[in-house]
């Protein structure tokens, strides 16, 4: 069983930065990807980004040029750094992993004011 930790969510002003990590709690099978979700209040969860344990990445057209996603195999934890947040990106975030099985994270909210 692998559990994820996130952290790193909170309350910022349109047009700051947060940045989001999330680390398993042991070594991940590979090959396998790990990324973001979101889940905005009154709406559906969505795709953020992904990353594989090659390094191939994957973006929601709503954050490309803003979010950037990467990893550290070693430490087996993967970062979200979200530039020029917009209020529309309030949202709770979720890690997300699948190694043979899917693991999600518990949350973390991110909040970001007009």
């Known amino acids: 069983q692998v559990q994820l930790a996130e952290s790193g969510g909170g309350v910022v002003q349109a047009g700051g930065s947060l940045r989001l990590s999330c680390a398993a709690s042991?070594?991940?099978?590979?090959?396998?990807?790990m990324g973001w979700y979101r889940r905005a209040p009154g709406k559906e969860r969505e795709l953020v980004a992904t990353i594989t344990s090659g390094g191939n990445t994957n973006y929601a057209d709503s954050v490309k040029g803003r979010f950037t996603i990467s990893r550290d195999n070693a430490e087996n934890t993967v970062y979200l750094q979200m530039n020029s947040l917009k209020p529309e990106d309030t949202a709770v975030y979720y890690c997300?992993?699948?190694?043979?099985?899917?693991?999600w994270g518990q949350g973390t909210p991110v909040t970001v004011s007009s």
């Open positions: 042991r070594s991940i099978y590979r090959p396998n990807t």
């Open positions: 997300y992993l699948v190694a043979i099985r899917e693991y």
